[in-house]
């Protein structure tokens, strides 16, 4: 059992620090300092561990029961939620939704293992999914064609067929809304030129040229919007 007074190592020094607390207090778990289920320190003793004011603690405390990480029991104290281990991926996302360059690395970093995966696995069916949406993203107008970007990379995930791979791909393709908002101007003919590209190699049966087609069509994606 750690002394409350060595679970936190470094205190809190710059800005935007409700949300550092909140990523303190998911280290915690992250670490195998705490455990779900476990109580945390009382509010004064996390004020004097991280070094900020109440009103921060508690703006942090608001936030991290909203997502469902903590619960806090009237005279009871404040607990970790026992479901938190279930989903961790997904809490630590939540609360980095708007570090836009560390999604965008995550998900490179994941799909780029994912494709070559995919294409040893990839079923005749799930081919044919992906050429469905490479053709509803030629026929739609307006540069409406989110839905149809994010079913290709689902279905690439998909065919994977790995339940752990498959949460934390779908924890991260739900920034794919927030990612497209930050593109100015949709391409939609090199959407397609990617897509098709990537669908030509899994469709060989290639790991490396899927990875290659990937990772170029994600660098597109990464460049636009942080460049933009």
Known sequence: MYENNHLIDQPLTRKTLSKQVEEKIVDLLLQDKMQPGDKLPSEMELIDMLGVSRSVLREAMSSLESLGIISRKTKGGTYFTKRIGHHPFSVMLS??????????????????????????????????????????????????????????????????????????????????????????????????????????????????????????HLVFVRDKVLNQ
Do not use: C, W
């Open 95 to 216: 609360i980095v939704n708007n570090n836009l360059e560390a999604i965008l690395e995550a998900r490179m970093t994941l799909e780029l293992g994912l494709v070559a995966l995919a294409a040893e696995k990839i079923t005749e069916e799930d081919l044919q999914r992906l050429r469905e949406t490479i053709d509803a993203i030629r026929k739609s107008v307006d540069n409406d064609y989110g839905e149809h970007d994010i079913a290709f990379h689902q279905i690439i995930a998909s065919s994977v067929e790995n339940p752990v791979i498959q949460g934390m791909i779908d924890s991260l393709l739900l920034t794919h809304t927030k990612v497209n908002i930050q593109i100015p101007n949709r391409e939609k003919e090199k959407t397609i030129a990617y897509h098709e590209a990537i669908y030509e190699s899994l469709k060989e049966r290639n790991p490396q040229k899927a990875t290659q087609e990937m990772y170029a």
